[in-house]
């Protein structure tokens, strides 16, 4: 069986190494650094995976970096020793380009990619793009991720819009469906319900955005509304707030922190 190695043990890798343990048998390792991740909601059988003995990267044939973008250049000095020739390389670090982890390891495969943390039940969307990789590699590395979500190869430079949009995506969903209670709060559905309701009817439309091709989702608005309906009620406030706009800004914010914190970070220069 195939070793893969995560390196770092946050909410990222916790996410990944429960999705795998449960889809299938892996030989999986968990590299960390502090026991801060007992406090991040690792199972049992999760921890007995985590070791801090670095040179369980010598005979791994997948290392995953899951470490914050600001912690990549010292992790990869730090482990450019340990980790074995032929290792394929997968990032999940927002920002930090396939060139910059050449700098300090410049003879693996790499693999950049933008999960979100759906990952944890097999619901993530991931953008995917591959550098000096076997056919063969490829397809392993395709099928581990496809185990995390929907798995579609891009362009790299589009993953930093991406990381924006589908790798912070639940947060905004949460923030929304939390709107929601708040409101079902104040109209007196009872709170041990509204949670329930909430998330599944933005379940419910997701589920007809994404089986209802041949309708467009102005069309399935349009199904929702009646003429001095409450949809049309609800609609106009939002409008006339400029939800679009601000939507877009903060779109536009993430998008731009991505592309930050691939530039504060300089592998060259970092301490080896
Ligand atoms: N969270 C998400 O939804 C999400 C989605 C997509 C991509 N990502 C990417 O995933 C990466 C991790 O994010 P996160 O949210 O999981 O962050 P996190 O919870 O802060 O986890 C980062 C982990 O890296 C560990 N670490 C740092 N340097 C290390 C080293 N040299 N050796 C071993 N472990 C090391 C940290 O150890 P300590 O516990 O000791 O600090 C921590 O466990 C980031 O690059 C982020 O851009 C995250």
Request: aromatic share 6%; hydrophobic share 45%.
């Amino acid at each position: 069986m195939r070793k893969i190695v995560i390196v770092g043990s946050g909410h990222l890798a916790r996410a990944v190494v429960s999705r795998w343990q449960q889809a299938r048998a892996l030989d999986i390792h968990v590299l960390a650094r502090s026991n801060k991740y007992l406090s991040k909601g690792w199972s049992l059988d999760e921890q007995a995976l985590v070791t801090f003995d670095t040179s369980v990267l010598r005979d791994a044939d997948l290392v995953l970096l899951a470490v914050k973008p600001k912690d990549m250049p010292g992790t990869l000095n730090q482990l450019k020793d340990e980790i074995a020739p032929h290792a394929v390389v997968l990032s999940v670090a927002a920002g930090i380009s396939i060139d910059q982890i050449r700098k300090i390891w410049p003879d693996h495969a790499i693999v950049r990619t933008m999960p979100n943390i759906c990952a944890e039940i097999g619901r993530s969307v991931t953008g995917v793009a591959y550098y000096h990789i076997t056919d063969h590699d490829k397809a392993w590395v395709n099928d581990l991720l496809t185990l995390l979500g929907y798995t579609q190869e891009m362009p790299e430079h589009l993953l930093n819009p991406m990381t924006a949009l589908y790798g912070s995506g639940p947060a905004y969903v949460y923030i929304f469906i939390d709107a929601i209670m708040q409101a079902a709060h104040e109209l007196g559905i009872p709170a041990e319900h509204s949670r329930s309701f909430a998330a599944y009817m933005v379940q419910g439309a997701c589920e007809m955005a994404l089986t209802d091709h041949d309708k467009t989702l102005g069309q399935l608005v349009d199904e929702v509304v009646s003429p001095g309906g409450t949809t049309e009620a609800m609609l106009k406030v939002l409008r006339n707030a400029g939800w679009q706009d601000i939507l877009s800004q903060a779109l536009q914010a993430a998008g731009e922190r991505a592309i930050q914190l691939g530039q504060n970070v300089d592998p060259v220069k970092a301490p080896s």
